[in-house]
């Protein structure tokens, strides 16, 4: 069983991490391009640079100081002598060292784990002390915890930083003077798989490490399933979560990432983003009692949330009449 959950997590993360870096290379490559350098740098140097660059990003990515940089911009509430407990208890069980505990001030149910230099900053918001029982707010803190020391996972996350940063080149890419139409055209038309469906594909990625870790060691499945499952009911709110500054990637240490609400339709299907998440949350609640139980991992993977993908219109459809 945990030699399934180790090459699964393995593969996820490979997966994620190898995405991320020929995303980046498709940004590096047309800056080689210009009429000025082109005929000096010879082929095997911009390879080596486009991928090299990357890769390098994705091994060494400090986490803990994005965690350190986020965590500046909280405003924190004391928190609960219960919710202080809780996460003390999971970090000495866990033998992790804690900077500090804080309650974030949303109505939004919602739990982070900050990677942070001197230890982990574990954020509870106000929403999930109210709505979460003290099980399935102890099973969450204990999964973003073993996400967060989890070798796959990290590397997962790294991908999944890599990948919102990616946000912040293409502008560079589109408006430089050196891009011809050519390269122009390559960007466009891997613009939707880049910005749309592989960072997707990356998050899943690392959410099936962070699930498989937690299973791993946390003291009740059971109660992470309904945890997952508690926190996909309330999606439409969940995904528009103001947490930490605009411009750094927050969704990493969060158990539910804010989103973009928007409506898609494919054929007499339609749906939107907070039914595509409460559909991912049913999926890792799945996964996580499973997983406990035995299940092979492989069959709780992104196929397996595609597969309920392609019947969730109709589910929608369905409801609402």
Avoid at 98 to 110: A, F, R
Wanted: aromatic share 12%; charged share 20%.
């Amino acid at each position: 069983m945990l030699t399934n959950l180790e090459s699964t997590a393995r593969r996820g993360a490979i997966t994620s991490g190898v995405q991320s870096v020929f995303g980046f290379a498709i940004f590096i490559v047309p800056w080689f391009f210009d009429k000025q350098f082109s005929p000096l740098v010879p082929w095997y140097w911009i390879g080596g640079v486009a991928l090299g660059v990357p890769l390098i990003l994705l091994l060494t990515l400090p986490l803990g100081h994005v965690a350190d940089l986020l965590a500046r911009h909280l405003k924190p509430l004391p928190p609960s002598s219960q919710f202080h407990n809780v996460a003390s208890e999971i970090a000495i069980a866990l033998n992790e060292p804690l900077e500090s505990i804080q309650v974030h001030d949303s109505k939004i149910p919602n739990i982070a784990s900050l990677p942070c230099k001197k230890g982990a900053v574990v954020v509870a918001t106000t929403g999930a002390l109210e709505r979460l029982s003290r099980h399935e707010i102890q099973a969450l803190v204990a999964a973003q915890f073993a996400g967060m020391r989890d070798r796959w996972c990290r590397l997962a996350t790294r991908a999944e930083i890599m990948w919102w940063s990616l946000r912040w080149l293409f502008p560079f890419m589109l408006f430089g003077q050196f891009l011809n139409f050519a390269l122009l055209f390559m960007v466009t038309f891997f613009g939707f798989v880049l910005y749309i469906m592989l960072p997707r594909w990356i998050e899943q990625a690392r959410d099936l490490c962070a699930d498989i870790a937690a299973v791993r060691i946390t003291f009740d499945p059971a109660s992470l399933g309904s945890a997952m499952r508690a926190l996909g009911e309330h999606s439409n709110e969940a995904i528009k979560i103001d947490f930490g500054a605009w411009y750094l990637p927050t969704s990493p240490f969060l158990v539910i990432p804010p989103r973009a609400e928007s409506t898609a339709t494919s054929g007499n299907r339609c749906w939107t983003t907070s039914d595509e998440v409460q559909l991912e949350f049913e999926l890792r609640g799945d996964r996580a009692e499973a997983l406990a139980k035995g299940a092979d991992p492989s069959q709780f993977t992104g196929k397996e949330f595609r597969r309920r993908w392609r019947q969730l219109g109709a589910t929608t459809s369905s409801k609402s009449q």
